[in-house]
């Protein structure tokens, strides 16, 4: 919550029905209700399909509900705005262009000041360990370089709200450990409101404050966990708590017969 007591976003009995021509109305999302704080990390957790994705889209502004509505402190989300950057998984870089004319290129469709562009895009690639790579093109890049050239320029932009849509989904196993410690670093030292998406369990557990986990059919929040650096430290709660969480995906994925509890 702000010291007002307001939370930074608030998503209020948010539905989603998509028209279909083949099967008529689909509900994608029913009924969601989340608050997040200021400077909080929450993970949206859920099997495929269930609508994380759809719902990170109506807090970007970018997909209306059909129902209930979305505040950014306390006021009605309409539409995208430069409080709100999303950080997809696929990166959608130019590769024309060289690292940092791809970090400034938000700020230029700004009309910010090219000085204060270079200077502001430096700063955060220098944050996500790119400092040397700025006149290079991003054709010569790995992928987990290029998805931290994409979050340097979501963080350039200055935004109060990070909203991220799997970011590391792409990478091999050692690639995502180490964008998950630069983005927990991240996290650290900028304090930004994080909503982030992820199918991992353990991704989930090791960035987040809370985990919010979805069931499906239609998308909706079954459970929420809060979580904290001591219970981090405890393998046991960690394990228990990856348990609970995967008995409960487990009953939306699963029939009824086949789920085995732990």
Same mark, same amino acid.
């Given at each position: !919550?702000?010291?007002? +007591?307001?939370?930074?976003?608030?998503?209020?009995?948010?539905?989603?029905?998509?028209?279909?021509?083949?099967? +008529?109305? $689909?509900?994608? =999302?029913?009924?969601?209700?989340?608050?997040?704080?200021?400077?909080? $990390?929450?993970?949206?957790?859920?099997?495929?399909?269930? +609508?994380?994705?759809?719902?990170?889209?109506?807090?970007?502004?970018?997909?209306?509900?059909?129902?209930?509505?979305?505040?950014?402190? +306390?006021?009605?989300?309409?539409?995208?705005?430069?409080?709100?950057?999303?950080?997809?998984?696929?990166?959608? =870089? $130019?590769?024309?262009?060289?690292?940092?004319?791809?970090?400034?290129?938000?700020?230029?469709?700004?009309?910010?000041?090219?000085?204060?562009?270079?200077?502001?895009?430096?700063?955060?690639?220098? !944050?996500?360990? =790119?400092?040397?790579?700025?006149?290079?093109?991003?054709?010569?890049?790995?992928?987990?370089?290029?998805?931290?050239?994409?979050?340097?320029?979501?963080?350039?932009?200055?935004?109060?709200?990070?909203?991220?849509?799997?970011?590391?989904?792409?990478?091999?196993?050692?690639?995502?450990?180490?964008?998950? @410690?630069?983005?927990?670093?991240?996290?650290?030292?900028?304090?930004?409101?994080?909503?982030?998406?992820?199918?991992?369990? @353990?991704?989930?557990?090791?960035?987040?404050?809370?985990?919010?986990?979805?069931?499906?059919?239609?998308?909706?929040?079954?459970?929420?966990?809060?979580?904290?650096?001591?219970?981090?430290?405890?393998?046991?709660?960690?394990?228990?708590?990856?348990?609970?969480?995967?008995?409960? =995906?487990?009953?939306?994925?699963?029939?009824?017969?086949?789920?085995?509890?732990?």
């Amino acid at each position: !919550m702000s010291e007002t +007591g307001t939370p930074k976003l608030s998503v209020q009995q948010v539905g989603k029905t998509f028209a279909t021509a083949a099967a +008529g109305p $689909f509900r994608a =999302l029913s009924d969601i209700r989340l608050d997040i704080a200021v400077e909080e $990390f929450v993970s949206l957790l859920g099997p495929s399909g269930c +609508g994380k994705s759809t719902l990170l889209e109506i807090i970007a502004g970018l997909q209306f509900p059909s129902d209930g509505r979305v505040l950014m402190d +306390g006021r009605p989300v309409t539409g995208p705005g430069p409080d709100r950057a999303v950080v997809f998984q696929h990166f959608a =870089l $130019f590769p024309w262009r060289t690292v940092r004319a791809n970090v400034e290129f938000p700020m230029e469709m700004a009309k910010v000041a090219r000085a204060v562009r270079k200077t502001r895009a430096l700063e955060h690639l220098r !944050m996500v360990g =790119l400092d040397g790579f700025a006149d290079r093109h991003i054709w010569q890049l790995s992928g987990g370089m290029q998805q931290r050239v994409a979050l340097a320029r979501a963080m350039a932009c200055t935004p109060e709200v990070l909203l991220m849509d799997e970011p590391f989904s792409g990478a091999d196993a050692i690639t995502r450990e180490l964008l998950q @410690d630069q983005l927990v670093t991240l996290h650290r030292a900028t304090r930004k409101t994080i909503l982030f998406v992820t199918h991992s369990v @353990d991704e989930a557990i090791k960035l987040s404050d809370r985990i919010v986990v979805m069931g499906t059919r239609p998308g909706r929040i079954v459970s929420i966990f809060p979580l904290n650096e001591q219970a981090r430290s405890h393998p046991d709660e960690v394990a228990q708590l990856r348990g609970t969480i995967w008995n409960l =995906l487990r009953k939306e994925i699963l029939p009824a017969d086949q789920v085995e509890t732990h």
